[in-house]
Structures are given as structure tokens and as C-alpha cells.
């Protein structure tokens, strides 16, 4: 089969190449599922060079999720059959052909697109975990940083629906911007993120802080929380070192807790997947712009991909799509 392999940490576009491997087999527990459409994700990236919490193993093929049709099943392997179209998770989803564990199979239901499903198993699960950990009331406050990103747009929508005030933090040209999550209208900017929540108002109001970019601005969220409120780091858009002083935490009360998809998948209650999956789908059956897609390449143009990611100027994602 076809794939996306690389051979070495590294930057994507100097260590993948598209070569044939042998097709995997379905271990005890395991899925074969026949590969119609990727996303590229910043998990792709991190993943690619080394960084990211699941290791490659050499010659490993790129890609950490997908959607395709069940093509056979593992021993043991019991709700799942052959020709069930699914969305999964799992090391090797950029090629033809892949294997994933059923606890990271997700049956996609008759009218949601291959494109849609293909995004399914790490954004909107991880935008209604982040939710669950937070586990708020009604009317609580929380701010999203990266505020264009899929996961914010994601957790705005699923906030609405569970009657939060949401607050999105976005980059603007030089500086930043704090938006109304209801309607994206801008309520204040600044030159800097703590400038940019003093003058929205809402500083020092919020319950819940979900921040994907860390780094030094981290120390502002911080400042931002109501006390006991909490701040959840779940991205390293920047990585840098943070140089804090415990009183800055203690004084307030407040939980720093860090979110990773496998982790929270590995201890959420089958209740809590099962719900998970009904809302999103639903969530997602009713407005499918949540997970836009901005092009599609085939596997063999892996580099052109690549590249219109990270040229890619509005929200969404590019696909690698057997269909092109
Ligand atoms: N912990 C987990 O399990 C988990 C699961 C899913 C996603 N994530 C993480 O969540 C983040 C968002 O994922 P996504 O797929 O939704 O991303 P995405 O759609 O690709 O969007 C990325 C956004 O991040 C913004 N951004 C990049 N670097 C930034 C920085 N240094 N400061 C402020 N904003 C910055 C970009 O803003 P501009 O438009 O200004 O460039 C863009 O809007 C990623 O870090 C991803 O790795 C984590």
C-alpha cells in the first residue's frame, strides 16, 4: 500500500517521502480500516519531529487520524463489523490502508461527510473533554485563547449550548484582540494579552481558562482567573520557558491542569464517551462549517500539503483525500 513514511524526527516537509510498505494486520482488539481522508493537524507537525507525547517508531508512517470503511476485524472484536464507516485514532493514518484499537473507533452516523468524520477523533472530542474537566454551571465565564483555532470554535459552539459566557482571545496584526464568543464581535484590544483583558473588562472574572499556546503570556492568564478559577493548558503553540513564582498560583487558589486527548480518553466513563459522541455528532450533523476543510491533496502530494498548510490563512484544515 501507499504511504506517508518518514524515517527520522524532523522538520515534515525534509523527512517524509510517499513509498509503498506492506499493508498492516489487525491484532487482538484492532481494527483494518480502509483510509479515505486526514487531516493535517499541529499534532501531525509535533508528532513528525519527535515532540509530541506518542513516539514514532522507524520507518514510521505519518498521520494520527482519519476516517475509512472497516475492511476486517481483530479476534475479539465484537460491536464493530466489516463495511462500518468509522472515524479513528491511531499512529499511521496517512496511507491506504490503517489498524486502530476499537477503544479509538468511532462509528460515523449516515449524513456526515467523509471530510467531517476524517477530524472527528481528536478536536471535537478534545473541545467536549475540556468541558467535561471544567465541569461548570450555567452563566460561568471562561476564556478560550487561539481563538480562531478549530478547538476554540468548537468549544465556543458546545459552551453555547451548555449556557457559558464565553470570551475568545485572538492575534491581531501586531497585537490582540478579546472577542464575545456569542457573536465574535470585539469587545477590547491591546498591544499585549494582559493589556488585552484589562481593557475588556473581564479581568480577574474568568472561572475557566483553555489555553493551547502557553509560553510567557501563560502568567497573565493566570492574573485572569476569578480566585479558585482554573487554567487548562492543552496546546505548545508556544513551548517557551515560563518563569513563575508559586505566590502567583497560591494566592489564588486556583488549578493549573494540563489536558492531553489519550490521557482523558483513557479515564473518561463510557457514559461520558457515549455522550460525547451523541452531541458531537448531533453538533456537527447540524452545522458541518465547524470542521472546514481549506484543500485537498492526494496521498502522492504529501509535500504540496504540507506546504498549503502552513500557508493556509483562514480557519480549517487541509485533507489528504484518496478522492481528490
Ligand atoms: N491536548 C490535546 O489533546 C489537543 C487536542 C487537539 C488539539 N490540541 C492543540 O490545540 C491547538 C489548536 O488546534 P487546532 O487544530 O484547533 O489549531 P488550528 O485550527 O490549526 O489553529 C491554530 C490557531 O493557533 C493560533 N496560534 C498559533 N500560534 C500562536 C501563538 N503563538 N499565539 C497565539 N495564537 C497562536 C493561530 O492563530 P493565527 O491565525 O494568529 O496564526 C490559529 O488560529 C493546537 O496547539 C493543538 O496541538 C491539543
Known sequence: ?????????????????????????????????????????????????????????????????????????GSGVTHLKSGERVAFRSPGAWAEF?????????????????????????????????LAECNLPTSSRILITAGRSIVACLLAELARHRGLETTLLVRDGAGYSALDGRNGQVIANGTNVAGTLQ???????????????????????????????????????????????????LYKNMIWQGFGIDGWLD??????????????WEILSSNPNLLPVIDRFDLSRIHEAIRATHDARKPGKVLLASNE
Open 267 to 280: 479515564n473518561a466513563t463510557q457514559k461520558q464517551l457515549e455522550m460525547a459522541q451523541r452531541e458531537l
Open 199 to 249: 481593557n475588556s473588562g473581564r479581568n480577574g472574572c474568568f472561572h475557566a481558562i483553555l489555553d493551547s499556546v502557553g509560553g510567557t503570556n501563560s502568567l497573565a492568564l493566570i492574573d485572569a482567573l476569578e480566585p479558585r478559577g482554573r487554567l487548562i493548558s492543552y496546546g505548545i503553540l508556544d513551548d517557551s520557558d515560563i518563569v513563575l513564582k508559586a505566590s502567583r498560583i
Open 98 to 130: 490503517a489498524v486502530a484499537p476499537v477503544s479509538r473507533v468511532y462509528p460515523v452516523p449516515p449524513g456526515i461527510s467523509d471530510e467531517a468524520a476524517s477530524q472527528f477523533a481528536l478536536n471535537p472530542l478534545t473541545a467536549w473533554g475540556l
Open 1 to 73: 500500500m501507499r504511504a506517508v513514511v518518514f524515517e527520522q524526527p524532523g522538520r515534515p516537509h525534509d523527512v517524509v517521502t510517499v513509498r509503498d510498505v506492506p499493508s498492516p494486520a489487525p491484532d487482538q482488539g484492532q481494527v483494518l480500516i480502509r483510509v479515505v481522508a486526514r487531516p493535517i493537524q499541529p499534532a501531525d507537525f509535533l508528532f513528525i519531529g519527535g515532540r509530541y507525547r506518542i513516539k514514532p517508531a522507524f520507518p514510521q508512517v505519518a498521520g494520527l487520524e482519519g476516517a475509512g470503511t472497516i475492511v476486517s476485524c
